[in-house]
């Protein structure tokens, strides 16, 4: 019996390596179908080798990172083990903790390239952990909800995930927390609490 799987999975390889930029439907279909070359590749395009752009790169952004984003999101979807610590990973890529990539920091041209690849890593591995929705993730993703200097989109991004990977434990604990974010009235704590 030819199967989906069978009969399209050689095409949509194709149709990802033939663009620079590989296309979201032919990754979210090798995933779907459970296609072992496309996780392969998936791994590939959701990890890159070369390096985060350092602070004062120029444009263009580098497209391996855009790539990345999709990537991850499907690679999630696979559900296999050892993606799940790597996929995690990228919520921490951003070492230095007092680099702020918020969406008006970004209008630094001098962190805006690595901003913007830092925000991709995070916001692909937010939507990847959101289709295992695996309470390991949760800690990382409050972690990353909370902190003030990382890009708005990524957070509420993460935020998304968590509904996913948390609990009902989890989910009552935050209520406590949400009324004393938005009683403290400004403006970094009112958007965690709506996170």
């Given at each position: 019996?030819?199967?989906?799987?069978?009969?399209?999975?050689?095409?949509?390889?194709?149709?990802?390596?033939?663009?620079?930029?590989?296309?979201?439907?032919?990754?979210?279909?090798?995933?779907?179908?459970?296609?072992?070359?496309?996780?392969?590749?998936?791994?590939?395009?959701?990890?890159?080798?070369?390096?985060?752009?350092?602070?004062?790169?120029?444009?263009?952004?580098?497209?391996?990172?855009?790539?990345?984003?999709?990537?991850?999101?499907?690679?999630?979807?696979?559900?296999?083990?050892?993606?799940?610590?790597?996929?995690?990973?990228?919520?921490?890529?951003?070492?230095?903790?007092?680099?702020?990539?918020?969406?008006?920091?970004?209008?630094?041209?001098?962190?805006?390239?690595?901003?913007?690849?830092?925000?991709?890593?995070?916001?692909?591995?937010?939507?990847?952990?959101s289709h295992f929705g695996d309470?390991?993730?949760?800690?990382?993703?409050?972690?990353?909800?909370?902190?003030?200097?990382?890009?708005?989109?990524?957070?509420?991004?993460?935020?998304?995930?968590?509904?996913?990977?948390?609990?009902?434990?989890?989910?009552?604990?935050?209520?406590?927390?949400?009324?004393?974010?938005?009683?403290?009235?400004?403006?970094?704590?009112?958007?965690?609490?709506?996170?």
């Amino acid at each position: 019996v030819l199967t989906i799987r069978d009969a399209a999975e050689e095409g949509m390889l194709a149709w990802v390596e033939s663009a620079p930029m590989p296309h979201a439907n032919a990754m979210r279909f090798l995933a779907r179908v459970g296609s072992d070359k496309g996780g392969v590749l998936l791994r590939e395009l959701a990890f890159p080798k070369e390096p985060l752009p350092k602070v004062g790169a120029s444009f263009p952004f580098p497209a391996a990172f855009e790539s990345a984003s999709m990537a991850l999101r499907y690679l999630g979807l696979l559900h296999h083990e050892h993606d799940f610590s790597n996929i995690l990973t990228q919520l921490t890529r951003k070492t230095d903790r007092k680099l702020e990539i918020t969406q008006d920091a970004l209008m630094n041209n001098n962190i805006a390239v690595l901003g913007m690849a830092l925000r991709s890593l995070a916001y692909g591995a937010s939507d990847g952990l959101s289709h295992f929705g695996d309470p390991r993730a949760m800690k990382p993703l409050m972690t990353l909800i909370e902190d003030t200097t990382y890009h708005e989109e990524a957070r509420l991004e993460a935020s998304l995930a968590l509904a996913w990977s948390g609990d009902a434990a989890m989910r009552l604990s935050l209520f406590p927390k949400i009324k004393a974010l938005v009683a403290t009235g400004t403006p970094a704590s009112v958007f965690v609490a709506l996170c």
